[in-house]
């Protein structure tokens, strides 16, 4: 059974960098049949992929180009978990966000979610 | 504006069937496989058809997916109250290269 458990500030000042972490237990950041992304939820934008990070032989990444540039997702093997950072926010960054396993095993579905950080950017 | 197109909401009473549609095109929908996820409130999404049309083990099969096309849809047979929640279709794109989610459907049980 796979869980992931989310950590990170709720509150980002304007212009700095939001950054959350996901632990994983129950698979490998480095699992060749998974790929570890981070989503956000908000009410005026439902839904939103940010990005990916995956391992097959080397390290990729892939960002949403809504994001204008401003995400880097990270992997951490020796503490098995990945990373979101997400630069010079706003206020309409405001939002519950999310990191999922994309699995290999449901044709690349998000079949594992963590708990969810709501993130407030406010000054 | 989402890259899909989803009803924003849909409605109907205990027992009945309810079918929500999943509109997009040939870079995403029609080339990509289709999963719908169920958000409940103050819980993470979760998955409830992924392939088009398979559910994951724990699903119940009141709910099933089909794809034509550039089109997907969920149904969902019987409708219990506990199906009220928000539902979400998502696909690759291969122009955007990244994951595209539809707007959402709000589901009310009347």
């Known amino acids: 059974q796979v869980q992931l458990q989310q950590s990170g500030p709720r509150l980002v000042r304007p212009s700095q960098t939001l950054s959350l972490t996901c632990g994983i237990s129950g698979d490998s950041v480095s699992s060749n049949r998974a790929v570890w992304n981070w989503i956000r939820q908000s009410p005026s934008r439902g839904l939103e992929w940010l990005g990916r990070?995956?391992?097959?032989?080397?390290?990729?990444?892939n960002y949403a180009l809504s994001g204008k540039g401003r995400i880097i997702i990270n992997a951490d093997t020796s503490k098995n978990q990945f990373s979101l950072q997400l630069r010079s926010v706003t206020p309409e960054d405001t939002a519950i966000y999310y990191c999922?396993?994309?699995?290999?095993?449901?044709?690349?579905?998000?079949?594992?979610w963590g708990q969810g950080t709501l993130v407030t950017v406010s000054s | 504006q989402s890259v899909l197109t989803q009803p924003p909401s849909a409605s109907g009473t205990p027992g009945q069937r309810l079918s929500i549609s999943c509109s997009g095109s040939s870079s995403n929908v029609g080339s990509s496989t289709v999963d719908w996820y169920q958000l409940l409130p103050g819980a993470a999404p979760k998955l409830l058809i992924h392939s088009d049309n398979q559910r994951p083990s724990g699903v119940p099969d009141r709910f099933s997916g089909s794809k034509s096309g550039t089109s997907a849809s969920l149904a969902i047979t019987g409708l219990q109250s506990e199906d009220e929640a928000d539902y979400y279709c998502a696909a690759w794109d291969d122009t955007l290269y990244g994951r595209v989610f539809g707007g959402g459907t709000r589901v009310t049980v009347l």
């Open positions: 990070s995956y391992y097959r032989s080397r390290w990729h990444s």
């Open positions: 999922a396993r994309e699995a290999d095993a449901v044709s690349g579905a998000y079949d594992s």
